[in-house]
């Protein structure tokens, strides 16, 4: 894994100036008046500030160099699905800077009894997939990461060898980082089952600092030409790739006039379908659903709708159980990117890297 300092000085007097000028002066140009100090929240991927205006709050995002890329997202993303996701005062792409509106209450704010609204979720955020799927290679291009079937066998390779990021060899320093699975209090998914339940019990692979074990790591090195056959075969089905979330639940959801999605620092330019391995296993969590629950194959049907133009049910189902699994590999990806920092504090969350791989051989939520 490349390792890269922390996004230049989050926490210096004179970085923060600018990135506050940079907001005000945006505001400015709303007629919104700063109204007092800004509310910090900071993550190793990630600073994010609430800042109170005459108008309500505004938030501001920099990211980290392995999840800048939501930038380019948020610039892009409005020109090509407008109203699926909200519109932004101003991007900073090559600073990775964002200031967004407020978007109103979550479906976690909503806290709904039943999670039959679901349907409706998935179904619009289905189309915003169907309506960027052909700007797919333009994002690829502006850096969103390929995660396509037909890139996945490499980069699984890669990441097997990088045993670092896996926790198999000790830190540069000596460090132990293998700290035990859980959540990371942003909304933000992990293996293990937090407060977004998208782990599983006992069949993760991972050994008790949480690194993988050696016979899961063997395992998945022997796992390689069966992945890459499961890879083909998604490609093969010619469903196109688009954008794809990554980390899809309901914190990440605005719910006023529609659905709006946000939080784009996971998503990738792969398979549609492998949304579908964090929502189903969240709401599975947040409703105490088993996997294969009659409600979660319902959600899932609700999202595959919209291909149904031009593909078979049976087909669409076949091709969602193997998108599932494979992003399994996609989510220990993201988090190597977003890990990829000197922040100290990127050791409370390096187990996520190797518990994601792991969760390849765990039992799927549909």
């Not at 398979?271 to 409703?287: E, Q």
């Not at 969602?320 to 220990?332: E, F, H, N």
Request: proline letters at 9%; one cysteine or more; charged letters at 25%.
């Amino acid at each position: 894994m490349t390792i890269v300092s922390v996004a230049p000085g989050w926490a210096d007097p004179q970085w923060r100036a600018t990135a506050l000028d940079w907001v005000t002066g945006h505001l400015d140009r709303l007629g919104r008046r700063v109204t007092g100090p800004v509310e910090a929240r900071q993550r190793p991927w990630s600073l994010v500030w609430q800042v109170p205006t005459d108008a309500g709050p505004y938030w501001f995002k920099a990211n980290n160099p392995g999840t800048a890329y939501e930038a380019v997202l948020l610039a892009e993303l409005p020109r090509y699905a407008p109203g699926r996701v909200p519109d932004p005062v101003a991007v900073d792409p090559g600073r990775g800077w964002s200031l967004l509106p407020h978007g109103g209450p979550s479906l976690r704010d909503l806290a709904e009894p039943d999670p039959g609204r679901w349907a409706d979720v998935l179904a619009a955020y289905a189309d915003l997939q169907r309506t960027v799927a052909p700007r797919a290679d333009d994002l690829v291009a502006l850096g969103v990461p390929d995660h396509r079937p037909a890139a996945l066998p490499a980069l699984l390779a890669d990441l097997l060898d990088d045993r670092a990021a896996l926790l198999l060899d000790p830190a540069p320093d000596g460090t132990d980082t293998r700290l035990a699975p859980g959540d990371d209090g942003d909304g933000a998914t992990r293996p293990a089952a937090g407060a977004d339940g998208v782990g599983v019990d006992g069949d993760g692979g991972g050994s008790d600092d949480g690194g993988l074990d050696a016979a899961t790591y063997e395992r998945l090195r022997a796992y390689q030409p069966r992945f890459a056959d499961d890879c083909g075969r998604l490609a093969d089905t010619g469903i196109p790739a688009s954008v794809q979330h990554d980390d899809l639940h309901d914190g990440n959801v605005f719910a006023a006039d529609g659905y709006r999605f946000f939080d784009w620092g996971d998503a990738s330019v792969a398979h549609p379908f492998g949304t579908l391995l964090v929502t189903l296993r969240s709401v599975a969590h947040t409703y105490s659903l088993p996997e294969g629950d009659p409600v979660l194959l319902r959600l899932r049907d609700a999202y595959l709708e919209a291909w149904t133009d031009r593909y078979d049910r049976a087909a669409l189902r076949e091709a969602a159980g193997l998108a599932v699994r494979v992003t399994t590999v996609s989510r220990a990806l993201s988090w190597r990117r977003a890990l990829a920092t000197t922040d100290p504090s990127r050791a409370g969350y390096a187990d996520a890297v190797p518990g994601w791989l792991g969760e390849l051989f765990a039992p799927m939520p549909v």
